[in-house]
């Protein structure tokens, strides 16, 4: 591993051109290939987790799965609604629909308890997740019949147009998200190099990273289907880990030109750099890729999009910075010495292991008092976790989405005037043809039981409704519940379902299997399945970090300090969560309506990209500080030495994070501003408090034991200096 980033760097260097032409040549053949096969988006079956999963595959067994459909609500511009304006409404809506071919049924026309609503259902062919690709004539066939009935409120609901107006505001959110980090990310760049052609160098290696992690997304889709979230994930992490990687070249090729004091052509300079940073690159990319790589054990389509997404364009980022990189500076590496001329001579009057005035003195501390240094931040951290004590998850729901999407404001007000719309259980049963009377006694018997329960609606608004496959062998009830599915009633009935009327009626029945799916259920058995496999994910996750950390370094001290510091970030990031988003007291702050808990899937990816994503500056920092323990240098010295060296840039880099994962509080959709919150805190707890307190008052405090067994002292080999001549000829 040591030498192949220094050989890829001198092939990169002496080939300028090929280097730059064929990098672009790559990004250019991934996203131009992954276009051209699509994506291969999750199907219904890949959700499918628990009792919820199993009953939904029994169903699906008998073609009786649940079918995408939309809700057309009818209700007067204003007074009392007209009940003959409303019908010839609901029979022209009737007769548009019908006429699609992307039209499975149209319901007959339903009015609500109190007259003042009509309704009318129309379920779409084809699976359920394809629903928000055919609604669009739908919405259009809504409009028209809105502009031909003008006394009238016609407009539409449901799943498909919600995940369309889902996936709009997702777009829209993105878009917000880059206009907000990409300039500060430049700026930022630009006080680090004072070079706006240096500065745009990690962007445009980051923006090509991602875009190569797109095309490649799409193809690797057809291996591992995209559950829409990968995307997502790509733009996250690329621009934070592209620009962090080239960062970390480019500060260590500048600290080696103005070591040189200009003997050292390009080509050496930055055979250096990669003989340094390009090894922490790496190290901290396949510590990345290792993390990221246990969410495949959580046997989720989400989890493993994620993953498939991240890996990906850490993999390509780490790619960027070992080929691309240093023949981009060979390039431009002539026109910026005689900027780093000017620059290093007004640096001259700064040791080189000056961290500056801020840093310096958040790392006084721990320099002055490692022992008090240590156990007041370790307090502090410990204090910000308290509060995860009090976790709660849930899977969120349709009901917690953003009323900024128009389809949600109908679906508001359509469950307002049919609450039985809310939730619904579906109660799957698999029995041999023979048994299907029996089976039908048995359901009926536990429709009439859920009538006489408060939590389930009556049979005034809804009763069950029974359906059968064609061979008798499949049963599904469908039991309305006038509660939204994330309530504390909702969450009830499910369990009374469960735990009494089922196994009191069908599911006594010998030979019979019957499973409960639906709203609830989903979300339940979701959060379910995702507490099993936390600990097995977990585990494997500080397992990975420290043998990690151990091959980088060979030392197990390091790789013991190196887990239990990921843990401290972790824990305070995921209490400082919990404090702002479990209550309802940060709501007008941050532009969100509390879910009561946290949304089930980001503690889970919060450990595992924390874990890896904290690799990033453990690898860099320490990797200083090994250069000169193997130099000979003094343990106190070398710690001191090296964090001062790589403060500068590990800050710049924290900076671009927080930027980026900061971004994403902005948008829409709550689970993205838990998961963009929670990083943007975790990135800067670990930069602040985790590298510049703890981490340096604990290797102060352990001196050489830190580095067990002892470092053998390694001579700094630096190409011999060339002429100028000898170099351009």
Not at 73 to 87: E, K, N, V, Y
Not at 156 to 165: A, L, N, Q, R, V
Not at 257 to 262: M, W
Not at 556 to 566: A, D, E, K
């Amino acid at each position: 591993m040591n030498q192949l980033p220094v050989r890829m760097a001198r092939w990169s260097a002496r080939h300028a051109r090929t280097a730059i032409a064929g990098w672009f040549a790559f990004v250019v053949l991934c996203l131009g290939a992954g276009i051209a096969v699509g994506t291969n988006e999750a199907t219904s079956e890949d959700y499918r987790v628990g009792e919820a999963g199993r009953a939904e595959a029994m169903a699906a067994q008998g073609g009786l799965e649940r079918k995408p459909v939309e809700h057309i609500l009818i209700r007067p511009a204003s007074g009392r609604l007209d009940a003959t304006a409303a019908t010839a409404a609901a029979q022209d809506i009737t007769t548009r629909m019908r006429a699609l071919p992307e039209v499975a049924e149209v319901a007959d026309p339903v009015r609500s308890q109190d007259g003042e609503a009509l309704r009318v259902s129309v379920v779409l062919k084809g699976p359920e997740l394809q629903g928000k690709k055919n609604v669009v004539p739908l919405l259009d066939r809504t409009a028209k019949a809105q502009a031909a009935h003008p006394g009238l409120i016609i407009e539409e609901t449901g799943s498909p147009s919600i995940s369309k107006g889902v996936n709009e505001q997702r777009g829209a959110d993105l878009a917000l998200s880059e206009r907000l980090t990409l300039p500060v990310t430049l700026v930022t760049l630009l006080l680090v190099f004072g070079s706006v052609v240096m500065a745009c160098v990690p962007l445009l290696l980051a923006l090509s990273s991602i875009a190569a992690a797109l095309g490649l997304s799409m193809l690797v889709s057809h291996l591992v289907p995209d559950a829409g979230v990968g995307t997502n994930m790509i733009l996250l992490i690329g621009l934070a880990v592209g620009v962090d990687y080239t960062l970390f070249h480019l500060e260590r090729e500048r600290e080696e030109r103005a070591r040189s004091g200009g003997r050292l052509a390009p080509e050496a300079l930055v055979e250096l750099a990669a003989a340094t940073a390009g090894r922490a690159v790496v190290v901290s990319g396949l510590a990345v890729i290792v993390s990221t790589a246990t969410l495949y054990l959580a046997s989720d389509v989400i989890f493993s999009s994620l993953a498939t997404g991240t890996i990906l364009v850490v993999a390509v980022a780490v790619a960027s910075s070992l080929t691309v990189l240093p023949a981009l500076l060979v390039t431009i590496g002539r026109r910026a010495e005689r900027r780093a001329e000017r620059r290093t001579k007004s640096r001259a009057k700064r040791p080189a292991d000056d961290p500056g005035r801020i840093v310096g003195a958040l790392l006084r501390p721990a320099q002055r008092h490692p022992a008090l240094t240590l156990c007041l931040s370790t307090l502090l951290m410990l204090g910000l976790a308290a509060p995860a004590l009090g976790l709660r998850l849930v899977d969120p729901g349709k009901d917690t989405f953003s009323r900024d999407i128009p389809a949600m404001r109908v679906h508001d007000r359509l469950t307002h005037a049919f609450p039985e719309l809310l939730t619904r259980h579906e109660v799957v049963t698999r029995a041999a043809p023979g048994q299907a009377p029996e089976v039908k006694r048995a359901l009926a018997d536990l429709g009439r039981r859920t009538q006489a329960d408060p939590l389930f609606a009556q049979a005034a608004t809804a009763g069950p409704v029974l359906r059968s496959s064609a061979d008798g062998r499949i049963t599904v009830l469908e039991l309305a519940v006038p509660f939204p599915a994330s309530s504390s009633q909702a969450i009830a009935s499910l369990d009374h379902l469960r735990r009494i009327h089922l196994p009191a009626t069908v599911g006594s029945l010998a030979g019979a299997e019957s499973a409960v799916s639906g709203d609830v259920a989903r979300g339940r058995d979701y959060v379910a399945h995702e507490r099993e496999t936390l600990p097995l994910v977990v585990g494997l996750l500080l397992l990975a970090t420290f043998l990690m950390t151990l091959r980088a370094f060979r030392s197990p001290v390091l790789g013991l300090l190196g887990v239990v510091l990921n843990l401290l970030s972790a824990a305070a990031s995921l209490g400082l969560l919990v404090a702002v988003f479990q209550g309802t007291w940060a709501e007008g702050l941050l532009a969100f309506d509390s879910l009561g808990a946290i949304a089930s899937r980001v503690p889970l990816f919060l450990f595992v990209i924390l874990f890896g994503l904290s690799m990033d500056y453990q690898v860099f920092v320490l990797s200083r500080i090994q250069e000169f323990v193997r130099a000979g240098m003094p343990a106190r010295e070398a710690v001191l030495a090296g964090i001062g060296r790589s403060a500068r840039v590990v800050t710049s880099a924290a900076v671009v994070m927080v930027t980026v994962f900061g971004a994403f509080v902005a948008l829409h959709l709550t689970e993205m501003k838990q998961m963009g919150f929670c990083l943007a805190v975790a990135v800067l707890l670990d930069a602040v408090v985790v590298r510049l307190m703890v981490l340096p008052s604990a290797l102060l405090l352990l001196r050489d034991t830190a580095w067990w067994p002892p470092q053998r002292p390694r001579p700094r080999s630096r190409p011999r200096p060339r002429s100028r001549q000898t170099i351009v000829g």
